[in-house]
């Protein structure tokens, strides 16, 4: 009777034994190894990029001033008397303008500026202008004044933000095309008569 109730003992102590045996070496109750762990997945650090650095760069890259509108108009037509040919200059910063003003010299009074040529050099921030004195256009016989025209005018051009840092002025008239003054941004207004 006491032979029985040991091995009983022995046998019970031999299967706890074996059971914790199997738990220990990470076997499951169901005898399915688990082998979760072994099977990782990509980390969100893997899938991250860093693009800071080119967007800095675009957004600190220096802006340059477009041209937006240019415009001519007459002031004046006469008689040259003792008006000399000319033309000043005049960077205005706040309103982003440069206006220039000016005097042609013509054979008669009976001519009109145009705007010639306008070279805008946005990386330079030079600009070149000629304003041209063409003759007027009318409908009929039509007097004109005998003496030297000097053809008085008006040109600003607007810009979408400051203005450009020098300007060059040039008047085409009577076959010939001459530079009148040029102008630094900074320096105010430049000036010059011939």
């Known amino acids: 009777m006491q032979r ?6 022995a046998g019970a102590a031999m299967t706890v034994g074996a059971l914790a045996g199997c738990l220990s070496d990470g076997g499951s109750p169901g005898g399915a190894p688990d082998d979760t762990k072994d099977k990782s997945t990509p980390t969100e650090e893997t899938t991250t990029e860093t693009t800071t650095d080119e ?3 675009d957004t600190t890259t220096e802006s340059k001033p477009s041209l937006q509108n240019r415009s001519v108009e007459i002031v004046n037509a006469g008689c040259a008397d003792e008006k000399s040919e000319g033309a000043s200059v005049e960077f205005n910063e706040s309103e982003s303008t440069v206006v220039v003003t000016g005097t042609i010299r013509t054979s008669d009074p ?3 500026p145009k705007l010639g040529n306008v070279n805008y050099d946005r990386e330079s921030g030079t600009m070149d202008i000629t304003i041209r ?3 007027k256009e009318t409908e009929g016989a039509s007097a004109c004044q005998q003496c030297i025209g000097a053809i008085e005018y008006e040109s600003e051009f607007a810009f979408d933000s400051g203005v450009p840092t020098s300007v060059s002025v040039s008047h ?3 076959g010939e095309t001459k530079e009148i003054t040029s102008a630094g941004h900074g320096s105010g207004e430049a000036t010059e008569e011939t």
Request: net charge positive.
């Open 4 to 9: 029985r109730t040991i091995l009983k003992q």
């Open 55 to 57: 967007t800095t760069e």
């Open 110 to 112: 009976c001519y009109v």
């Open 133 to 135: 004195a063409k003759k």
């Open 172 to 174: 085409e008239s009577q």
